[in-house]
């Protein structure tokens, strides 16, 4: 079983940035493909962010060019610089994990708890 605890969520004016941290912990694969996806209320889960097992990335394209996704293997921690943000960003955003290479496809088997990220 695979822990995925996040952090780095907070308030933030339109335009301002936020860092995200996803630290993974646990039976964690040797190799494992990583994402990033938002709720909103009254929405779909939708993915923003994936970083694959082999260094592939893919980004939704309303986060293209605004958001980076990026890994500290030696921590475990799953990243998101978030930059250029928008009031549309608000929402409640989660990390996943798993050995299979989903990307942005929210079948992802770990999942973390969640932070907020609100832009006003």
């Known amino acids: 079983h695979v822990q995925l605890v996040e952090s780095g969520g907070g308030s933030v004016e339109a335009g301002g940035s936020l860092r995200l941290a996803c630290e993974a912990s646990g039976s964690t694969p040797d190799n494992y493909c990583m994402a990033w996806f938002r709720q909103a209320p009254g929405k779909e889960r939708e993915g923003i962010a994936a970083?694959?097992?082999?260094?592939?990335?893919s980004y939704a394209d309303f986060v293209k060019g605004r958001f980076t996704i990026s890994k500290d293997n030696a921590k475990n921690t799953l990243y998101l610089q978030m930059d250029n943000l928008r009031p549309t960003d608000t929402a409640m955003y989660y990390c996943s994990a798993d050995s299979r290479e989903w990307l942005l496809i929210p079948r992802y088997d770990w999942w973390g708890q969640g932070t907020q990220v609100t832009v006003s």
């Open positions: 970083l694959g097992m082999y260094g592939r990335t």
